[in-house]
């Protein structure tokens, strides 16, 4: 793909690193690490497990189990003699591109690189290799970790700038909406939130102050897609501000005082001056960032699967954050192909263009929606537990099952889907969880079609 390092490059860099040392003192550093590789790879872990900047991203079980695993393969891979050197650079360049999804820095798999150079120095040391023959082992096991690092950010960077170029493009995309239309019903979104709330402290003196608050539809917008989508504006934290001064200052006193009229109208003054200017941060934030419209399905108006990797970074980054979880639903419908084949290319576009706005009506203000295929659908659900993602699943898939859509002048059909679900499970890695939602799917299509299915 264009931008990727080509990995025929370093091939003839692995084989300059193997004759740097004789056969039979390759032999006993292999020997040495297979020996060694649980040790290794408890001393790696323990050491990333200390670093506060690795620790969120592999503490959880799911990815431990796998990983020490994983770590011990790729270690005794690295020095097995009978490894081709392009096999070699395959491992590395998948390894690089993991890291650049999952946001393992370049800085990060460096210093892991020195614990495990360091902790096989530590062995090789007592072996009983000659003194030539050790400081043979030592530069060929140094360089052999070098070169592996050295793939492994070669691929990493490439993976990255594609991520950074996918973030700012979402970024167009959404700016390049009719933004006069999507500040109104953000607009809509907060008065709604300021009705919901003044009902339940001030005016209803029967509700329940003390039961949990659900996040509103301008609660999960803005957690979940203005502050990517306007990454760095000051108004976003600002937001947050006042919104948390209302939630956790201003309700709980209003509950206190609210048998006082004097006393609770000053705090309702209080209230309605937070989102006076919460209605006037909103406006200037979306003013400022006013663009050219760039970027959506000219089907549908969607996003396309282009933009899935910043916004699921993101998502993952809230969910392990804040201990909470999200879902992704894999959506195809069923019979598509028959439309398009009887009724025409109009007849396809009118389907597909209908779905969306099915889709669209059905789910939340802060969850996502791509068409990623010719006939299917992602949904990204956020703030979502398996029940919750099944039981949106489900009622997507009845909407679709119920609904007559006009394709043209006297044509209407109905439709069925196949909904394929996955539940983030602390996994940092995104593509694991899209091949779940697509293992699901295709379960669901091989099972009958016109159902959901989860795969956990």
């Not at 001056?273 to 760039?294: N, P, Q, S, W």
């Amino acid at each position: 793909m264009d931008g990727e390092p080509s990995m025929d490059g370093f091939v003839p860099e692995w084989e300059k690193v193997r004759s740097l040392a004789g056969a039979r003192t390759r032999e006993q550093v292999a020997r040495l690490v297979a020996d060694h590789a649980e040790m290794l790879s408890a001393i790696f872990y323990d050491a990333m497990f200390a670093d506060p900047h690795a620790a969120p991203l592999l503490d959880h079980s799911v990815v431990n189990e796998r990983l020490h695993a994983s770590m011990r393969r790729w270690l005794v891979q690295l020095f097995d003699q009978t490894v081709d050197p392009a096999a070699l650079a395959r491992t590395q360049r998948t390894t690089g591109e993991v890291h650049a999804r999952i946001g393992v820095s370049v800085a990060l798999v460096s210093r892991g690189a020195r614990v495990l150079t360091r902790a096989l120095f530590e062995r090789l040391a007592p072996s009983r290799l000659s003194r030539p023959a050790l400081i043979e082992a030592a530069q060929y096991v140094h360089e052999m970790f070098a070169l592996a690092i050295d793939t492994m950010n070669s691929a990493y960077s490439a993976n990255a700038n594609r991520l950074a170029r996918s973030e700012e493009a979402y970024r167009l995309f959404f700016l390049g909406q009719d933004m006069k239309a999507e500040r109104e019903r953000r607009r809509s979104e907060l008065l709604e939130w300021a009705h919901q709330i003044l009902d339940r402290y001030y005016w209803d003196e029967r509700s329940d102050t003390t039961a949990k608050e659900e996040h509103s539809q301008f609660a999960l917008w803005l957690q979940h897609k203005a502050a990517m989508l306007f990454d760095g504006a000051p108004e976003v934290d600002l937001i947050r501000e006042d919104m948390e001064r209302v939630e956790t200052v201003l309700l709980p006193q209003l509950s206190r005082v609210r048998a006082s009229h004097a006393d609770a109208r000053t705090v309702v003054s209080e209230i309605n001056r937070c989102i006076d200017h919460i209605k006037e941060l909103l406006g200037t934030m979306f003013d400022r960032y006013l663009a050219v419209e760039d970027g959506r399905d000219s089907v549908t108006a969607l996003l396309n699967r282009r933009y899935f990797p910043a916004i699921a970074r993101r998502e993952i980054e809230v969910a392990t954050a804040q201990k909470s979880q999200f879902a992704v639903l894999m959506i195809d419908i069923d019979s598509f192909r028959h439309v398009a084949d009887n009724w025409g290319f109009d007849a396809g576009n009118q389907l597909l263009s209908r779905a969306a706005l099915l889709l669209q009506d059905h789910l939340r203000a802060g969850d996502f929606v791509f068409r990623v295929g010719e006939d299917e659908f992602l949904v990204l659900l956020v703030e979502s537990s398996p029940t919750a993602a099944v039981r949106v699943a489900e009622g997507l898939r009845k909407r679709f099952e119920a609904a007559q859509i006009t394709l043209g002048p006297g044509q209407a059909t109905s439709v069925t889907v196949s909904v394929g679900v996955a539940v983030f499970d602390g996994h940092p890695d995104y593509q694991r969880l899209l091949d779940r939602a697509d293992t699901a799917l295709r379960r669901a299509k091989a099972e009958g079609r016109n159902r959901c299915v989860i795969e956990t």
